[in-house]
């Protein structure tokens, strides 16, 4: 290879390297510079000593240090007993190496703990946990979720364990670690928790504990409380594998996963809160635990967790239109905010708004658009007259029921309302006038 093409093929290489640290080159690369850190050059022991962890050290940085090499760009050259950066990469190595410590990024590990069906509230000897040491004594990882461990959890740390026969290599310090679990009732595993801020112990911290095996408990684990949290809800694993066939958690107790899953699952398990009307305080912390995982703030409008209620609400309620008819005259009676169908909360709004979405058949009430859903049911949306910001009302003399275009254009259009009562508005939307129904019958 002529110089030109090597420069070259480091110049590709380098972008990739900092895009996936877990990989051996990566963190090869990585510890050097976080040795290097202003200085022109570093011993070749200190580079061993950093990367004593990575067992094929030698064969990588002979490649990475060579011309020619299959797998590896050159990027570094060896003195004697001192390593410096080649040179023609070197401004650009250290460039690309900024940017990836402003990116700041923190590699996933989703980590398989033997499930605990009392929710984790308590010690759990599991005879049917895959785990063979939770079969004789509570598996350690039964306390990964009580957060004030007593002589273990400070105010700002708690501590935890996964079973695994070796510590990951490439998890960086500071990085996110999801806790799968196999529910042995329902056979189906199942995401249960986060660790943020997390670190791996090298060396297990023990402490007396009676009940566990010779009454003492090993915690390999320390995260940052305020961000590691019991997922209220557990979510379904199956929705996070790459293929069927692949297992979400490899054999050894954990994978590798990209930051991206972790604020996929996130979001799921704050849609599920959500949903479940409560937990407001978990809803909460989940949101930090977000913005910490992806560095920016969530916007919450992506959830559309109304939109969703009222499409569950239409699925559930009567369709039967003299009961709604009867039910939205005598919304004014009932005060309450939320109502409970099937064991869970929904918001009254919400029920209001699906029951008039059936009252007026899912039609846009301007071009009379119904968009069928390719898995059941029509699409529609509830636009309201006055504003909801300016304390416009669920209720139906303020409501349309309109297709997307007619809602935003109503929403974004010029609008003049000429006449407005419970049973009609007329108004004029871009220069058309237009008089509407809003009496329930
Ligand atoms: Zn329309």
Redesign the pocket.
Known sequence: MIEKDIIEKAKRKIPKWFNSPNQIGSQIVINYMELLNGKSSISLSDLENKCKNIETFNTNFTQLSGKGQKNHAKIFVRNGSIVTLWEPIANFLKSEYEKYKSTNFKPVIIANISYNPTGWRSLYLNPKASHSYATEFPGHESLNFNFDKKGVDTSNEVYGFVQWTADPKFFNKGGTIIFYSRNTDTRKGQIVGIYCNTEILNHHKYIDWKGFENNEIGFNLKAQKDLSMLFPIPLDANNYKESKKKRLVGQIGYSYYRNEIAEVIIKDQLYELSKSGVQKNEFDKLKNIFSFISGKSLDENIFDYDLKQQDELVELLSSDKSQIITDLKNLDKDETETVTINQKVYKRDNKTLAQIKILRDFE??????KIKKEKGGFYIEAAHIKPKNKKGKETPDNILI??????K?FDYGSRTIINHTKDFIEFIMNGVLYKLNLRIE
């Open positions: 846009c009430q301007i071009c009379s658009k309109l297709c997307p275009n007619h809602h254009e």
